[in-house]
């Protein structure tokens, strides 16, 4: 059986190459989740709350030896650690990441709203 990944980077790749043309280079970028940031009254997310932008790119990083959670995937603005993608959603995440899978993030809302899990939103692509 095919993978999510496999069966989104085998649609994205035939799109592209339907769409192709000399002189065209960019990448393509398949939007893979979309995700509340876990954890983030534990750390920056409020402290930097008023330097944060809707479309801010963000950094993933695995952390193979949380000893929480061994799929962990942390998520950084700037150097610093905002939080991470939630437990229940980074299995696929934490796989491509560690299959040297180019992914990409960014915020894509922002909430003042008491509810940590309700703060900020985050997307995930995959970069072909």
């Given at each position: 059986m095919l993978s999510r990944w496999t069966r989104a980077l085998g649609l994205a790749l035939s799109i592209w190459l339907l769409a192709q043309s000399p002189a065209s280079a960019e990448s393509i970028k398949i939007l893979v989740q979309s995700s509340p940031l876990a954890?983030?009254?534990y750390y920056s997310a409020n402290r930097v709350w008023g330097e944060i932008r809707i479309g801010d790119r963000l950094s993933l990083a695995r952390e193979r030896d949380n000893r929480h959670d061994r799929?962990?995937?942390?998520v950084e603005w700037k150097g610093q650690k905002l939080g991470y993608v939630p437990r229940a959603e980074n299995r696929a995440v934490a796989q491509a990441l560690d299959t040297g899978e180019q992914l990409e993030a960014k915020v894509s809302r922002l909430r003042d709203d008491p509810d940590p899990w309700r703060r900020i939103e985050f997307?995930?692509?995959?970069?072909?």
């Open positions: 954890g983030s009254q799929n962990a995937v942390r997307e995930i692509f995959l970069v072909l």
